[in-house]
Nanobody, 122 residues
Framework: QVQLVESGGGLVQAGGSLRLSCAAS????????MGWFRQAPGKEREFVAV????????YYADSVKGRFTISRDNAKNSVHLQMNSLKPEDTAVYYC???????????????WGQGTQVTVSS
């Protein structure tokens, strides 16, 4: 089992920045690829970013490329999502997730946090 707890969400104006964090506990954190997903009201959950277990590989959704940066600290069992140049369409609940296989597909992720709300005002 892996337990994931997100933090750092909030309300920000368009153009602003937020840094999300996800703290992991349980099984060896460094065994897992760590991803971020988001779900806006009335929409399906969508992939945002993922980083491999050692940080060597990252993938981003086209919609966030160049604005968001994923990072991880295996010594602290944490993963972060730095979000810059935020837009109203980034408004969603953001989830971190752990997977033994890297990729953008949600079905690959067996462990999920409870989510943190990000609201970007125009």
């Amino acid at each position: 089992q892996v337990q994931l707890v997100e933090s750092g969400g909030g309300l920000v104006q368009a153009g602003g920045s937020l840094r999300l964090s996800c703290a992991a506990s349980g099984r060896t954190f460094s065994n897992y690829a760590m991803g971020w997903f988001r779900q806006a009201p009335g929409k399906e959950r969508e992939f945002v970013a993922v980083m491999s277990w050692n940080g060597a590989i990252t993938y981003y959704a086209d919609s966030v490329k160049g604005r968001f940066t994923i990072s991880r600290d295996n010594a602290k069992n944490s993963v972060h999502l730095q979000m810059n140049s935020l837009k109203p369409e980034d408004t969603a609940v953001y989830y971190c997730a752990a997977s033994s296989r890297i990729g953008p597909e949600a079905y690959k992720y067996g462990y999920w946090g409870q989510g943190t709300q990000v609201t970007v005002s125009s």
